[in-house]
C-alpha cells in the first residue's frame, strides 16, 4: 500500500498536485487548488508487486507543495503481506 499526503498554500493560479506512478503509468492523483488559505489532499493505492516494478511519487510541472520539519506533505508505504 502506497499512500501521499500534500500541504500547500492557497494561490488562485498554482494548485497542489502530486501523483503515484507505477511502472510508468499514473495510477492515484492528489491535488487541493483554492484561491486562499491552505489545501490539504490524499490519497492511496494497493498494489499486487513484482519483482523490478517501479513506484514513485511526482509533483506536477508547475504545481507545488509546502513541507518543513514539521512533515506537512508526506508518502509512505507498506507491505501489507508477502506473496
Same mark, same amino acid.
Given at each position: 500500500? #502506497?499512500?501521499?499526503?500534500?500541504?500547500?498554500?492557497?494561490?488562485?493560479?498554482? =494548485?497542489?498536485? &502530486? /501523483?503515484?506512478?507505477?511502472? =510508468?503509468? +499514473?495510477? %492515484? *492523483?492528489? $491535488?487541493? $487548488?483554492?484561491?486562499?488559505?491552505? %489545501?490539504? /489532499? /490524499?490519497?492511496? *493505492?494497493?498494489?499486487?508487486?513484482? &519483482? =523490478? !516494478? &517501479? %513506484?514513485? *511519487?511526482?509533483?506536477?510541472?508547475? +504545481?507545488?507543495?509546502? !513541507? /518543513?520539519? !514539521?512533515? $506537512?506533505?508526506?508518502?509512505?508505504?507498506?507491505?501489507? #503481506?508477502?506473496?
Amino acid at each position: 500500500m #502506497f499512500r501521499i499526503s500534500l500541504y500547500g498554500g492557497g494561490s488562485p493560479s498554482t =494548485g497542489s498536485t &502530486v /501523483s503515484i506512478t507505477k511502472n =510508468g503509468e +499514473r495510477v %492515484v *492523483v492528489a $491535488h487541493g $487548488h483554492q484561491a486562499g488559505y491552505a %489545501v490539504n /489532499s /490524499s490519497n492511496a *493505492v494497493v498494489f499486487l508487486l513484482e &519483482v =523490478g !516494478d &517501479v %513506484v514513485y *511519487v511526482s509533483l506536477w510541472s508547475g +504545481r507545488w507543495i509546502y !513541507d /518543513s520539519q !514539521d512533515n $506537512h506533505s508526506t508518502f509512505s508505504g507498506y507491505l501489507l #503481506f508477502p506473496l
